[in-house]
């Protein structure tokens, strides 16, 4: 309780937690005591190489240890609402609103379940990347469209992407 009075949040990163200390942290004990969990990937030497990595740890622990608690759509906004919120960005990162910074990914999967789609999500099933708006990292078929300029050729798992490797100046008209 004393937490929730002093708005402390809790940054998780369960496959770290599993790898430095053999278990992980009371995620059902911090959520009862109203705390805010946010989800991210520690570093790679004892933890997930990224947050769908992390998420998929995340979804394993709950299944197992917590009975489902967790759900999809929970996990996503952990590592999304919740992070941002955690680091003080809630007014303009977390979601997709008018007046908020476009970081957005998207990713190919079952449309009908799209949190479940994100926590299923491998490295070459991310179709493309925005940061600020700006496409960063795609498909090539989808970057070639939004950004010719500047891109490199990248191998994702034996499936061809490409990464912006230059800044681009902004466009006027």
Do not use: H
């Not at 992980?24 to 947050?51: E, F, H």
């Not at 007014?91 to 799209?114: E, H, K, M, S």
């Not at 490295?123 to 950004?147: C, F, N, S, T, W």
């Amino acid at each position: 309780a004393e937490a929730r009075q002093q708005n402390i949040d809790l940054i998780w990163s369960p496959q770290s937690n599993l790898d430095l200390y053999g278990d992980t942290t009371r995620v059902p004990a911090a959520l009862n005591l109203g705390v805010r969990v946010a989800i991210g990937p520690d570093w790679t030497p004892s933890g997930s190489t990224s947050t769908l990595e992390e998420l998929k740890c995340a979804k394993q622990l709950s299944d197992r240890r917590w009975g489902g608690l967790l759900t999809d759509e929970r996990l996503v906004q952990m590592a999304t609402t919740e992070a941002a919120a955690a680091v003080g960005a809630q007014d303009w990162l977390g979601r997709l609103a008018t007046g908020y910074i476009a970081d957005v990914a998207v990713f190919a999967g079952n449309r009908g379940d799209p949190f479940g789609a994100v926590l299923a999500a491998r490295p070459e099933q991310v179709k493309l990347v925005l940061v600020g708006g700006r496409p960063l990292y795609g498909d090539e078929e989808l970057m070639a469209d939004i950004a010719a300029q500047g891109c490199e050729p990248l191998d994702v798992c034996g499936v061809p992407k490409v990464v912006m490797a230059v800044k681009r100046s902004s466009v006027t008209a």
